[in-house]
């Protein structure tokens, strides 16, 4: 039996990449933001000290986060792109 989708059921669109981007543009800058304010916490931490490795270790963790950050963007690029063409191909034009 054929099941059929509805026209008014919600799926990823070309409009929906603009969002998406400056979600990722936003995420970027708060993560370059928080390094930077992490970077001036550990200038003024003793060396060696539990502030000190903490402060470390939460930089270094948001390094590691930023590094993911081409990735994601471009699972969501495709993920709408594949989106699209299976809309397209297998609803037609209903």
Same mark, same amino acid.
């Given at each position: 039996? !054929?099941?059929?989708? !509805?026209?008014? $059921? !919600? ?12 979600? =990722?543009?936003?995420?970027? =800058? @708060? ?5 930077? =304010?992490?970077?001036?916490? !550990?200038?003024?931490?003793? @060396?060696?000290?539990? @502030? *000190?490795?903490?402060?470390?270790? #939460?930089? $270094? ?6 590094? *993911?950050?081409?990735?994601? #963007? ?5 993920? %709408?792109? %594949?989106? %699209? =063409?299976?809309? *397209? ?6």
């Amino acid at each position: 039996m !054929k099941q059929e989708i !509805k026209n008014d $059921e !919600k799926g990823f669109t070309v409009g929906d990449m603009l969002p998406l981007g400056m979600n =990722i543009v936003v995420v970027g =800058i @708060a993560l370059s933001l928080g390094l930077t =304010i992490l970077n001036d916490f !550990k200038d003024d931490q003793t @060396a060696d000290s539990n @502030a *000190y490795n903490g402060t470390e270790s #939460a930089e $270094e963790g948001l390094v590691k986060f930023t590094s *993911y950050l081409p990735t994601i #963007a471009l699972v969501i690029v495709v993920s %709408i792109i %594949i989106g %699209i =063409i299976v809309r *397209y191909l297998f609803m037609g034009n209903r």
